[in-house]
């Protein structure tokens, strides 16, 4: 089996070398750019399986570059973007970015993404999942409710009954915040009282090591600071 090809895009050098060197010792195939402009022509000129992207570059931008990358090609795209740029991960998402890493990285956080994305990529078989009756899709994470299971970028993933129910209850409503009574009413079908709200968030917690890559820095399952839980809304 050939191995992936990933197109690493950065202006600056020594990061381009640096994560060439460790994707490399994973046994892809790397190809770099240092700039927009060159990322395009690399990606017309050569197959490429996944993209790492930064998004402040000259000539032309990361996010300017996925744009046109969107127009033709759903191959993974994951930004490269430093903690300051909030508004630059929200932006690279709603973009059509499939993921995206905080500067300065966890090496084995970004090998691990980067599996997890062509993981998903060749699962799917090079396109988006599309929602079924039986299946509840957001992103990389799919529930299953034949088989009450979830599938976490191509991988299942065992969950039990009560865990199964709080992800059923937040995938049903992306983006709708849930106070920890209103979960527990409806999951566990009792009145809640002042103590429900520890026993949500253990299993919340459960529920993010199974799903999550880094369940500290959770993608899927967020927490509403004052006010609850809500699943956050992907493509």
């Given at each position: 089996?050939?191995?992936?090809?990933?197109?690493?895009?950065?202006?600056?050098?020594?990061?381009?070398?640096?994560?060439?060197?460790?994707?490399?010792?994973?046994?892809?195939?790397?190809?770099?750019?240092?700039?927009?402009?060159?990322?395009?022509?690399v990606l017309q000129a050569h197959h490429v399986d996944l993209i790492l992207l930064d998004v402040?570059?000259?000539?032309?931008?990361?996010?300017?570059?996925?744009?046109?990358?969107?127009?033709?090609?759903?191959?993974?795209?994951?930004?490269?973007?430093?903690?300051?740029?909030?508004?630059?991960?929200?932006?690279?998402?709603?973009?059509?970015?499939?993921?995206?890493?905080?500067?300065?990285?966890?090496?084995?956080?970004?090998?691990?993404?980067?599996?997890?994305?062509?993981?998903?990529?060749?699962?799917?078989?090079?396109?988006?999942?599309?929602?079924?009756?039986?299946?509840?899709?957001?992103?990389?994470?799919?529930?299953?409710?034949?088989?009450?299971?979830?599938?976490?970028?191509?991988?299942?993933?065992?969950?039990?009954?009560?865990?199964?129910?709080?992800?059923?209850?937040?995938?049903?409503h992306p983006g709708q915040v849930f106070p920890a009574e209103q979960i527990y009413e409806r999951?566990?079908?009792?009145?809640?009282?002042?103590?429900?709200?520890?026993?949500?968030?253990?299993?919340?917690?459960?529920?993010?090591?199974?799903?999550?890559?880094?369940?500290?820095?959770?993608?899927?399952?967020?927490?509403?600071?004052?006010?609850?839980?809500?699943?956050?809304?992907?493509?």
């Amino acid at each position: 089996m050939d191995a992936e090809t990933i197109l690493v895009v950065d202006d600056n050098r020594e990061i381009v070398y640096s994560l060439g060197k460790l994707l490399e010792y994973e046994g892809y195939h790397v190809l770099k750019a240092y700039d927009g402009m060159e990322a395009l022509d690399v990606l017309q000129a050569h197959h490429v399986d996944l993209i790492l992207l930064d998004v402040m570059m000259p000539r032309l931008n990361g996010l300017s570059a996925l744009m046109k990358i969107r127009e033709t090609n759903k191959i993974p795209v994951i930004i490269l973007s430093a903690k300051t740029e909030e508004s630059d991960k929200v932006s690279g998402l709603i973009m059509g970015a499939d993921d995206y890493i905080s500067k300065p990285y966890n090496t084995a956080e970004l090998v691990a993404r980067v599996k997890a994305q062509l993981r998903r990529y060749h699962t799917w078989g090079g396109s988006a999942p599309k929602q079924e009756a039986d299946k509840l899709v957001n992103g990389g994470l799919v529930l299953d409710k034949t088989r009450c299971i979830a599938i976490v970028d191509g991988t299942e993933v065992r969950l039990t009954a009560t865990e199964y129910r709080i992800l059923l209850l937040l995938m049903e409503h992306p983006g709708q915040v849930f106070p920890a009574e209103q979960i527990y009413e409806r999951v566990w079908n009792e009145l809640a009282d002042y103590t429900v709200e520890n026993t949500v968030m253990v299993h919340i917690r459960h529920i993010r090591e199974k799903t999550e890559i880094d369940p500290r820095n959770p993608k899927y399952v967020k927490v509403v600071w004052g006010i609850g839980y809500k699943m956050e809304k992907y493509s």
